[in-house]
């Protein structure tokens, strides 16, 4: 029996690649002479650098400036597909919630310049197609950041450079992209975004992303006046309509790039499956092992592992679920082809049990599956 196990990751508990490893240590123990491949995957927002370098992607790091100027070591990986150099950069790694401490201050200033480095470090590497993971960001800019580290600036009404970060947009008078990286112009630039939200207003990026990264309600509003300017100087300078749907994503990242670039928004889990291989790997496969940390009705909608599931379904390939939790009902587990599925909640004794000792309970979790499907 040939058996793919390809998990998200279990969030605050396990990485796909960790989680992975537990899930084909259950398969052993139920089938031992199977033939395990692991195949660790994401849905183009965090983890999906880790599951390029799982599929044979070489990482590469530097220092760069976090998203509230103090500098911060950020990696990002280098995928040879087919003779094309496909750099694999996450945003989140140099311009993350994760590395501020959230308030009204910090959602105001906080900015996606040392992204935009870590994108000059791919091309200086000969990079000839970028693929930007954008989940889990501190910022609420536009990718305006990120653009300034590639050379493009940014003036006020007075001819003053304006500071970086979202409050700064609500300033901005003029953009100058003259001096913006011309090898852009020449790079598949391919972001995974996944929500449906336009740059600004009530749907917008900082009307619903802003209070997580800290703002209140001025805050907000402020950062959107901010992004309605920006929107405003893109279509000033190229013409371009920017406020469309996944323009809003990541406090907005990829509208910059929309408007100056060649870039184009792509579905995060398509865009991951085909970086790592996986309808490859699916061809052949007896059983397909997948999860995440929950399983709810949000999975439904463009994360990996009812995408897998999906795929394995229209093969013909069982698939087996093993997640943290499980809100999802057997019939709505059925229609994507799920044969078995385990929450570790219905295996510990206690929540706080299940998060300490995740390994152990997906291994559990994944031999209860397979001995019961």
């Not at 870590?118 to 091309?123: E, F, K, R, S």
């Not at 449906?196 to 309600?217: M, S």
């Not at 009812?306 to 229609?335: F, N, S, Y």
Request: glycine share 14%; proline share 4%.
């Amino acid at each position: 029996m040939k058996v793919l196990v390809a998990p998200d990751k279990f969030k605050g508990t396990l990485s796909a690649a960790e989680a992975a490893q537990a899930m084909a240590e259950g398969v052993l123990r139920v089938y031992p002479d199977a033939e395990v491949r692991t195949l660790p995957v994401a849905d183009g927002g965090e983890g999906t650098l880790e599951a390029a370098l799982a599929a044979g992607a070489q990482e590469h790091t530097g220092r760069v400036r976090g998203p509230l100027d103090r500098e911060v070591t950020a990696s990002w990986a280098m995928l040879d597909r087919g003779g094309i150099k496909t750099a694999v950069i996450e945003t989140a790694r140099a311009s993350g919630l994760l590395l501020t401490e959230p308030s009204v201050q910090t959602a105001l200033a906080a900015h996606s310049y040392g992204s935009g480095q870590l994108i000059a470090a791919a091309l200086d590497a000969g990079a000839e197609e970028i693929v930007l993971g954008i989940g889990g960001s501190a910022m609420t800019d536009g990718g305006s950041g990120a653009l300034c580290a590639l050379g493009l600036k940014i003036y006020d009404d007075g001819g003053a450079q304006v500071p970086l970060g979202g409050a700064g947009l609500a300033t901005a008078h003029r953009i100058d992209a003259s001096g913006l990286d011309a090898r852009l112009a020449s790079v598949a630039v391919r972001i995974a975004a996944d929500v449906d939200n336009p740059l600004h207003g009530p749907e917008g990026a900082a009307h619903v992303f802003g209070q997580q990264k800290g703002a209140d309600a001025t805050g907000r509003q402020l950062l959107d006046e901010g992004l309605q300017r920006w929107a405003e100087l893109l279509r000033t300078e190229t013409g371009a309509e920017i406020n469309v749907p996944g323009a809003g994503a990541a406090g907005g990242f990829p509208a910059g790039f929309l408007g100056l670039t060649t870039a184009r928004l792509e579905r995060g889990f398509d865009l991951v499956a085909e970086l790592t291989g996986l309808d490859a790997a699916l061809d052949g496969a007896d059983l397909v092992i997948t999860g995440e940390g929950s399983m709810d009705e949000q999975s439904e909608y463009g994360k990996a592992p009812m995408g897998i599931a999906d795929r394995a379904h229209e093969r013909g390939i069982p698939a087996v679920v093993v997640a943290g939790k499980i809100t999802l009902t057997p019939e709505q587990l059925a229609a994507h082809g799920v044969e078995a599925a385990v929450s570790l909640l219905d295996l510990a004794r206690t929540p706080e049990e299940a998060f300490a000792q995740a390994a152990k309970y997906v291994t559990w979790g994944t031999q209860q599956a397979l001995e019961g499907a």
